[in-house]
């Protein structure tokens, strides 16, 4: 079993920046690849971004990209959603995820746990 844990979410307003962070516990975490996930209101789960387990591969969603940065710290089990000129369409509830590999990494059922989500709200 594995629990994530995000924070970091807030209002901010266009242009500004967050940083989200996902705390795991329960599994080995160095090994694992994680994943970053969205959803706004009516809307599907759409995918953010990915890091391998040693931090040496990273993806991003198309409409992040250039924007955002995930990292991660295997030392403090924490993996990190960096986001920087954000739009009022970033706004949605944020979710890390445990890739278990049932999936390509940009699907959501490529994921067995997830966190609860962080809300991000970005003002005009």
């Known amino acids: 079993q594995v629990q994530l844990v995000e924070s970091g979410g807030g209002l901010v307003q266009a242009g500004g920046s967050l940083r989200l962070s996902c705390a795991a516990s329960?599994?080995?975490?160095?090994?694992?690849?994680m994943g970053w996930f969205r959803q706004a209101p009516g809307k599907e789960r759409e995918f953010v971004g990915f890091?391998?387990?040693?931090?040496?591969?990273?993806y991003y969603g198309d409409s992040v990209k250039g924007r955002f940065t995930i990292s991660r710290d295997n030392a403090k089990n924490t993996v990190y959603l960096q986001m920087n000129s954000l739009k009022p369409e970033d706004t949605a509830v944020y979710y890390c995820?445990?890739?278990?590999?049932?999936?390509?990494?940009?699907?959501?059922?490529?994921?067995?746990?997830w966190g609860q989500g962080t809300q991000v709200t970005v003002s005009s």
């Open positions: 890091i391998s387990g040693s931090g040496g591969s990273v």
């Open positions: 995820a445990w890739y278990s590999g049932t999936d390509d990494y940009n699907r959501p059922d490529g994921y067995r746990y």
């Open positions: 329960g599994r080995t975490f160095s090994n694992n690849a």
